[in-house]
C-alpha cells in the first residue's frame, strides 16, 4: 500500500488524515446529491416558475445558498455543519425546528471516509491512491443519486469517463488502448441491449445515463473489466430487484434504478477485479 513508499509516516496518522479527507468529501457529496437534481430541474424549466406562472430569481448551485434545513430553512451555523459528529449532537434532528435529519447525511460521509482510506490502504502509489478515491466518491454520489431520483447525471458521469482516459494515459489502472476501447465497448454493449429490449418489449429497461456510466467504467478499468462488471450488477439487480417486487408487493412494472448495481460493481472490480478473474480462471481449468 502507498503507506509503505514513506516508512518515515506513521501509518495511524496517515489512516486519521485520510478519514478526515473523506468526511470532508463524504459532507461536499450530500450537497451534490441534494442539489444536484435541484439544480438539474431548474435547468429544464421545472423549476422556473410558480403556479401564477411568474418567473423565480432564487438560485441553486452548489455553493449557494447556504445549508439549511429543508424543513423550516434555517440555515445551519458551523456546529450543526460537522460532518458525523453534528448529526450524533443534534441526535439526528434538526437544532431549531426538530425535524429528523435523514440518516443518509451521516452515512454518506462515513461511507466518503472508509473510501479514502480504503483506496489509501489497498493502493500502492498516490497517483492511484487519488484515482481510487475520486472513483470511489463519484460512483457514490451516482449510486444515491440514482437511488432517489432515478438520475445519473451527465455532470459526473462524462467527467469521470474522461477522467479514467486520462489517469490511463501512464497506465496508472489499465493501458490507454483498454481504456479508451473500454469506453467505447462500455457504451455500446448496453445501448445494443437498451435498444434491443426495446425492440421485443416496447419498453425502455434502461436508461442513457446507465450507457455513459459503463463507458465510465470501462475508461478507468478497461474493457477486460466489463464483463465482470455487467455480471454482478445484472445479478445483483435481478436478487434485489426480485425481493424488492415480492417485499413491496409492487408491479414488474416499477422502475428499479439500474445504476446503483453498476456503480457498486464498478467499485468491487477496482480492487478486487482482477482477482475474481483469476479465481474464475483457475476454476475453469480445475473442472
Not at 20 to 38: D, E, K, M, Y
Not at 88 to 109: D, F, M, Q, T, W
Amino acid at each position: 500500500m502507498v503507506i509503505d513508499a514513506f516508512p518515515q509516516a506513521n501509518p495511524a496518522f496517515v489512516l486519521t488524515f485520510a478519514a478526515l479527507v473523506g468526511l470532508c468529501i463524504g459532507s461536499f457529496l450530500n450537497v451534490v446529491i441534494h442539489r444536484l437534481p435541484i439544480m438539474i430541474d431548474a435547468a429544464i424549466g421545472d423549476d422556473s416558475s410558480d403556479t401564477s406562472g411568474n418567473h423565480k430569481h432564487t438560485t441553486t448551485n452548489l455553493v449557494v445558498p447556504a445549508s439549511a434545513c429543508p424543513d423550516c430553512g434555517t440555515e445551519l451555523r458551523i456546529r450543526d455543519n460537522i460532518p458525523v459528529i453534528s448529526y450524533l449532537i443534534l441526535r439526528g434532528r434538526c437544532a431549531h425546528c426538530n425535524s429528523p435529519i435523514s440518516k443518509r447525511y451521516p452515512l454518506v460521509e462515513i461511507l466518503g471516509a472508509l473510501a479514502v482510506v480504503f483506496a489509501t490502504m489497498a493502493m500502492p502509489t498516490p497517483l492511484m491512491v487519488i484515482g481510487a478515491a475520486v472513483f470511489s466518491c463519484a460512483l457514490l454520489a451516482l449510486f444515491v443519486i440514482d437511488l432517489e431520483h432515478y438520475l445519473l447525471p451527465d455532470v459526473i458521469t462524462l467527467p469521470l469517463l474522461w477522467l479514467g482516459l486520462l489517469i490511463n494515459i501512464k497506465g496508472t489502472f489499465t493501458d490507454l488502448p483498454m481504456a479508451v476501447v473500454g469506453a467505447v465497448v462500455g457504451y455500446l454493449i448496453l445501448w445494443a441491449v437498451y435498444h434491443a429490449f426495446r425492440l421485443i418489449t416496447g419498453k425502455e429497461g434502461l436508461g442513457y445515463g446507465d450507457f455513459k456510466l459503463v463507458a465510465a467504467i470501462g475508461a478507468w478499468l478497461g474493457w477486460q473489466m466489463l464483463p465482470l462488471v455487467i455480471l454482478m450488477s445484472s445479478l445483483l439487480g435481478a436478487l434485489v430487484g426480485g425481493a424488492y417486487i415480492l417485499m413491496s408487493k409492487r408491479g414488474r412494472d416499477h422502475p428499479i434504478p439500474f445504476g446503483p448495481f453498476l456503480a457498486g460493481a464498478g467499485w468491487v472490480s477496482m480492487f478486487w477485479g482482477q482477482t475474481i478473474i483469476d479465481e474464475y480462471i483457475k476454476l475453469l481449468n480445475i473442472g
